[in-house]
C-alpha cells in the first residue's frame, strides 16, 4: 500500500460557508494525500478541566473525540490551524479544543517526555472583518504548533471581510495555494515521493 500526505485540520469556523471556509477550502483544492478536519463547533471534544491526570500519565483522562487524534497524531505530517478573528483572539471553540493539549505540555514539563516524535509542518489560516490584528491570535497558534511538534511555515491572513469577502482576496487566496503547493513539495522532498492527489 502505498501512502500519502496526510494533513491534520483545525477548523475554528461555525459557518460552513464563511470566510475562513472559503480559503480553506482554497488550500485543500490544491493539497496532496489526506486531509481529516475537527471541526471545533461540531466536535464533541470537551475543554481541559485541569484535572492533572497527564502531570504523571501520557494520556488524557478525559473520553471523548480527542482520544481519536491523541491515538493517530504521529501520523500527521502538516497541521493547518484555520479561525475567524474573534475578540482579538482565535474562536472560542477553538480554543476549548487545543486546550486538550495541555497533555502535551505536561508530559515535556513534568517528565522531560516527547510524545509527538514526528516532526510537522504547520499552516496559519486567519479572517476576520474590520483590519482586525492578527497578532495576538498568531501568538497562541504558535504555542499550540509548538506542542505540536509543528514549525509554522507561513500564514494566510484576510482580514477587512467586511468590505473584501475572501473569494475576492487575491492576495489571500494566492498565498492558500502557495502554502498548499509549499506542503506538498516539502513532503516529495522528505519522502522522495509525490503526496499523492
Not at 471534544?45 to 494520556?59: G, L, M, Q, V, Y
Not at 487545543?98 to 505540555?105: E, G, I, K, P, V
Not at 486567519?126 to 497578532?135: D, E, Q, W
Request: aromatic share 6%.
Amino acid at each position: 500500500m502505498v501512502s500519502s500526505m496526510k494533513t491534520l485540520v483545525f477548523n475554528g469556523s461555525p459557518n460552513n460557508s464563511g470566510e475562513t471556509m472559503t480559503i480553506l477550502n482554497e488550500m485543500r483544492k490544491h493539497l496532496h494525500g489526506e486531509a481529516d478536519i475537527v471541526e471545533a463547533y461540531r466536535s464533541h471534544i470537551s475543554p481541559c478541566i485541569d484535572c492533572r491526570h497527564c502531570w504523571t500519565n501520557d494520556e488524557c483522562a478525559i473520553q471523548d473525540d480527542m482520544q481519536q487524534i491523541y491515538d493517530n497524531i504521529d501520523k500527521y505530517d502538516n497541521v493547518i490551524l484555520a479561525s475567524p478573528i474573534h475578540f482579538t483572539e482565535l474562536s472560542g471553540m477553538l480554543l476549548t479544543v487545543t486546550s486538550r493539549l495541555q497533555m502535551y505540555w505536561c508530559a515535556e514539563f513534568f517528565r522531560g517526555t516527547t510524545l509527538i516524535k514526528n516532526k510537522k509542518n504547520a499552516v496559519l489560516i486567519l479572517t476576520g472583518g474590520g483590519g482586525a490584528s492578527p497578532a495576538k491570535p498568531l501568538s497562541t497558534a504558535k504555542n499550540i504548533f509548538r506542542h505540536l511538534n509543528a514549525e509554522l511555515i507561513g500564514q494566510v491572513y484576510s482580514l477587512s471581510t467586511n468590505d473584501i469577502p475572501a473569494k475576492d482576496d487575491r492576495a489571500a487566496m494566492e498565498k492558500a495555494k502557495a502554502l498548499a503547493l509549499e506542503l506538498n513539495e516539502r513532503y516529495a522532498l522528505k519522502t522522495g515521493k509525490p503526496g499523492l492527489t
